[in-house]
């Protein structure tokens, strides 16, 4: 049912526990940046509106200074940096598990400010980003969608409320991502299986996907032909219709028996991916929850026909809860089967089958050829990764974190996409403080990578 609302309240908060350089060497096609957006690499958690989790920037390399802490008292998995150029931190803070906006200053990583937010669900404010205007987009445990502005004045700088426009969801919902559209509108789905939209007056539009009773635990993606989300069930475009929201169509997906070890939730792990040679986003891609293994699914972004799917990985590794990596006509998914989370992760989300397992790790690259509507596996590796890969596209080279030794040794790791094989890593950290909890490594313009871990961001520089 689709209804209009005034401007009230919605539950939110941050992840407690998870969080001008050429384009590289091969350019290929990339969609037009999203004209709401900051610069694509660093204004959201996946580095664009297609949810890529590519970056135009190159790394710090084979031979980067030794890991730096960055002194912050909270986890912080969502690390973004804007048009001028400051770094913002959305953490969880470690006393009393409410998020915090932590503004960096790019050159010393020192914190410069620090904006106290309120504490809401457990999903929600990772999937924060920055807009065009350096402003971070969240909602909190106010209710409210925010702009937070930085400024500097002659002694210090701050951290304020820019704009504020309450969002309206029945009692128990709470928003879990939030988005720019190439439409001007803001768009937002939650975790009771919602989705809509603020208009640039600041209109609230919502609608309920399916025929109720599902969920979304990740994020959302855009492109100019509509915002792409995934539900626990089923993998929706959207584009907003005068005052409503319309389904430009729905493709339901295998979601197994239950959530595996490794997922945080009952159903595909995936944000929606768009990806393409011609244009940049003329695929979207998931990964499902099938058992024993786990399919990748391509679709056409027009109109959502199926363009191809192939299992993934191994049985003993077949599940992720991490965003595939996609570019031009090629996909990589990282194995997070029995990544063990802490309990309190998992609370919401169902007992897994099996109750256990160990986290087997390994990667897989897979290339779409969509004239013979085919997925072929190019490669698959054992690598353990720790964290959401990241492609640099400058550098040609895929950053992940690697996990030894049961937790021991974490290495910032980098692999060659074209045959998967390690070409060097770097050592981050030891013990269990040093977990990166599969959270995303943010790449600066200076090829500065901001890695969250649960003793807070790491840093890696050249």
């Given at each position: ?94 006393i ?30 990772v ?93 959302i ?19 907003a ?5 319309r ?33 940049g986003?003329?695929?979207v ?10 399919n ?96 640099s ?23 060659d ?15 269990p ?29 050249r």
């Amino acid at each position: 049912m689709i209804r209009r609302t005034a401007p009230a309240t919605v539950l939110l908060a941050l992840v407690a526990l998870l969080a001008g350089p050429a384009v590289g060497p091969a350019a290929g096609a990339t969609m037009p940046p999203n004209p709401y957006a900051g610069p694509d690499g660093t204004w959201n958690m996946h580095g664009d509106a297609g949810a890529s989790d590519t970056t135009p920037f190159e790394g710090p390399g084979a031979d980067p200074s030794p890991a730096q802490p960055v002194p912050l008292p909270a986890v912080c998995p969502t690390i973004l940096s804007g048009a001028d150029g400051m770094v913002q931190a959305l953490c969880t803070e470690y006393i009393d598990r409410a998020p915090s906006l932590y503004l960096l200053d790019p050159s010393t990583l020192l914190p410069v400010a620090r904006r106290h937010l309120s504490a809401g669900s457990l999903l929600g404010g990772v999937y924060a980003y920055v807009d065009n205007e350096s402003r971070l987009v969240t909602v909190d445990g106010s209710g409210s969608l925010l702009w937070l502005a930085h400024s500097k004045s002659r002694f210090r700088w701050s951290i304020d409320v820019a704009r504020e426009v309450p969002l309206n969801m029945p009692n128990g919902d709470a928003v879990t991502t939030v988005g720019p559209g190439y439409d001007a509108n803001i768009w937002f789905a939650t975790a009771q299986g919602r989705a809509g939209y603020v208009t640039p007056e600041g209109d609230v539009v919502t609608a309920s996907l399916g025929t109720g009773g599902e969920k979304v635990a990740n994020s959302i993606s855009s492109a100019p032909s509509g915002v792409a989300v995934t539900t626990d069930h089923a993998t929706y475009l959207l584009r907003a219709d005068g005052d409503g929201v319309r389904t430009v169509w729905r493709q339901p997906y295998d979601r197994g028996e239950a959530r595996k070890p490794g997922q945080l939730s009952h159903g595909s792990g995936s944000t929606p991916t768009f990806f393409g040679e011609r244009t940049g986003a003329e695929f979207v891609v998931i990964t499902d929850n099938a058992s024993p293994r786990e399919n990748l699914l391509v679709y056409r972004a027009r109109d959502g026909r199926e363009v191809c799917r192939v299992p993934i990985l191994t049985e003993e590794s077949s599940g992720t809860e991490n965003s595939p990596v996609a570019w031009e006509n090629s996909v990589y998914i990282a194995s997070t089967y029995g990544y063990p989370y802490p309990a309190q992760a998992t609370e919401d989300a169902g007992e897994s089958v099996p109750a256990k397992a160990d986290f087997a790790g390994g990667m897989e690259r897979i290339d779409i050829d969509e004239r013979s509507g085919t997925c072929a596996s190019v490669w698959r590796n054992e690598v353990p990764s720790a964290a959401v890969p990241r492609l640099s596209r400058g550098e040609d080279v895929l950053y992940t974190v690697t996990r030894r030794g049961s937790g021991l040794t974490w290495r910032l790791a980098r692999i060659d996409p074209a045959d998967g094989e390690i070409l060097s890593e770097t050592f981050l950290g030891l013990g269990p403080l040093a977990n990166t909890l599969q959270m995303v490594g943010t790449i600066l313009p200076d090829g500065t990578l901001l890695q969250g871990t649960l003793a807070g961001p790491v840093a890696v520089r050249r």
